[in-house]
């Protein structure tokens, strides 16, 4: 279940986020980090100067299987364990997505102190997901680990752990808002079956994602201008440079206005 990580006085800030990202308890990953939400303030000293380790790999539950993407096979919904599936693989995004947050706080220094609490917000919302998600798979009798999953995400996060504008660049503006143009379908598909607890799970994660990819969009803006560098160009250089693939649509263009993406951009992206 991995050791309890919950902040403790004596614990600096970033410390306290390290040991989260690496913890591999599902229970205590979401426990700590909604404490040190509401605790982080608590800590007087940021010691920005600390040192900052490489993570190869974050903390996930030992039982689950990392697999390459193209060895995960596309499945229908009409059967609960075909949803189970799907809704497996959306957990795991979550659970990844929390990691990615709170990376996102331990990596990079002196940062504004929105920036922490913005991503610290972000990492117990994607908290609140998991848990309501892993709900749905315990009540249809699945758990996080029955299926295999891949590691993409944080395979991201690794590749721009050098450089926070690539990281804001592709993770949330990328990875994260890739899900703004898929959720919807996919909120349709349940809702055709009539799985009405998976909709409802649904809209509230799509609804959240907005917001934080408006707050990656944010972050990478305001890094661009200490950079004193163009948004839009930085934002497809990144893109060129670290996207092994190709951005494709239809991409959800009222979401993508909302999470702070302007026409031009959305324009180049095709």
Not at 34 to 60: C, M, Q
Not at 98 to 106: E, H, S
Not at 115 to 131: G, I, P, T
């Amino acid at each position: 279940m991995g050791k309890d990580v919950r902040p403790q006085a004596h614990g600096s800030f970033f410390e306290t986020l390290e040991s989260l990202v690496l913890s591999e308890g599902m229970i205590e990953k979401c426990r700590g980090i909604r404490e040190l939400n509401t605790r982080w303030s608590n800590f007087d000293d940021l010691d920005h100067n600390s040192p900052v380790n490489f993570i190869k790999v974050a903390g996930l539950p030992t039982r689950l299987q990392l697999v390459p993407p193209g060895k995960l096979k596309r499945r229908g919904i009409k059967s609960q364990e075909a949803r189970n599936i799907l809704m497996h693989s959306i957990a795991h995004i979550e659970f990844s997505a929390i990691n990615l947050a709170m990376d996102a706080c331990y990596r990079f220094r002196n940062l504004p102190k929105q920036y922490y609490q913005d991503w610290l917000n972000v990492a117990a919302d994607e908290a609140r997901h998991f848990e309501l998600i892993n709900a749905y798979l315990n009540l249809h009798n699945c758990n996080y680990g029955d299926y295999p999953v891949h590691n993409g995400l944080w395979d991201m996060a690794a590749e721009t752990a050098h450089d926070p504008i690539a990281r804001m660049a592709l993770v949330p503006r990328v990875l994260e808002a890739r899900g703004l143009d898929v959720t919807p379908p996919m909120i349709a598909r349940f809702d055709s079956v009539g799985d009405n607890s998976a909709v409802e799970i649904l809209n509230v994660i799509y609804q959240d994602e907005i917001g934080h990819v408006y707050i990656g969009s944010k972050w990478f803006r305001h890094l661009c201008d200490q950079a004193n560098v163009e948004p839009r160009q930085m934002f497809m250089k990144m893109v060129s440079q670290y996207f092994h693939g190709e951005l494709r649509g239809p991409f959800n263009v009222a979401a993508r206005l909302q999470a702070g993406f302007d026409r031009e951009e959305l324009e180049e992206l095709g």
